[in-house]
Each structure stands twice: as structure tokens, then as C-alpha cells.
């Protein structure tokens, strides 16, 4: 069995404590070694690093002082607790302006979202190429 990222929150220190114990506790049932940990609460941190689990460094693409790491394909800002999406590579790809449908396709495939935070601004775009689509619009 592979677990790659795991997310989770709770409302209280104790609460995603003992939260972060169960986990740990199904993994070593399941045979598995919970790696790369990490929370916004150092204390949480440094119990985790004194039980001898690796607590996961920030992102270190991102500059020295930053508060992000990278989570199921975000950034999380573990200081304000709030997720952010880096679209600079997908406008990247995107000011190339190829106007054609397949063009589109790919752009709305680079999109990774898999905790369907932007499905609003995804399935409009969906919405658009079955329009295209449709109306036979080459």
C-alpha cells in the first residue's frame, strides 16, 4: 500500500495530536513508516521530531524565510493556514496564444487540482470546449 500526502486539521492542539497518533498508529498496523510531518504548530513539530519522525522542511525552491510548503499540489502558507494555487507556469503556457481547441485541452490538463478547490473556475472551461464542440467551431 502507498499513502503519498495526507491533510488534515483540527480545531485544537490536543485534537490534532491525538489525531496525528491514530495515524501514525494505522500506519504501523497497515506495516508503514509515517514520514515527512508537518504542522503549523511547533510544538506539534518538535514532538514529532523527538519521536524521530522526519517533520517536512519547507519548500526549498521557495526563498530562504518563506512559510510555504507544497501539499497535494498546492502551497500551503503555514503561518496564515491558507492554501494557494501557483499558476505562473500554467500563464506561462498559456501567453503563447494558440487559439485551437487542442490548445485548450492541454491548458485545462495542466491544471492539477485534486481536491477540487478550483472546480468552479475547471468546469467553466470545460463548459467552454463542449461549446466549441457543439457549435462545430474550428
Not at 491514530?22 to 511547533?42: F, L, P, Q, V, Y
Not at 522542511?57 to 507544497?70: E, Q
Not at 487542442?102 to 492539477?112: D, E, N, P, T, Y
Not at 473556475?121 to 470545460?126: L, Q, T, V
Request: aromatic residues 8%; hydrophobic residues 40%.
Amino acid at each position: 500500500m502507498y499513502v503519498d500526502d495526507w491533510i488534515t486539521g483540527q480545531d485544537t492542539r490536543e485534537e490534532a495530536f491525538l489525531i496525528s497518533l491514530h495515524a501514525e498508529n494505522i500506519m504501523k498496523e497497515a506495516g508503514m513508516e509515517m514520514r515527512k510531518w508537518i504542522s503549523n504548530d511547533t510544538t506539534l513539530m518538535s514532538h514529532r521530531t523527538a519521536k524521530g519522525i522526519d517533520t517536512y522542511p519547507v519548500d526549498t525552491s521557495v526563498s530562504l524565510g518563506s512559510n510555504k510548503t507544497k501539499v497535494l499540489g498546492l502551497a500551503w502558507q503555514t503561518l496564515d493556514d491558507c492554501l494557494t494555487l501557483d499558476t505562473k507556469g500554467l500563464l506561462e503556457f498559456i501567453s503563447t496564444n494558440k487559439n485551437t481547441k487542442r490548445f485548450l485541452l492541454q491548458a485545462i490538463g495542466k491544471i492539477f487540482d485534486p481536491l477540487g478547490l478550483i472546480s468552479p473556475f475547471n468546469i467553466r472551461m470545460k463548459c467552454l470546449i463542449q461549446e466549441l464542440w457543439k457549435n462545430k467551431i474550428t
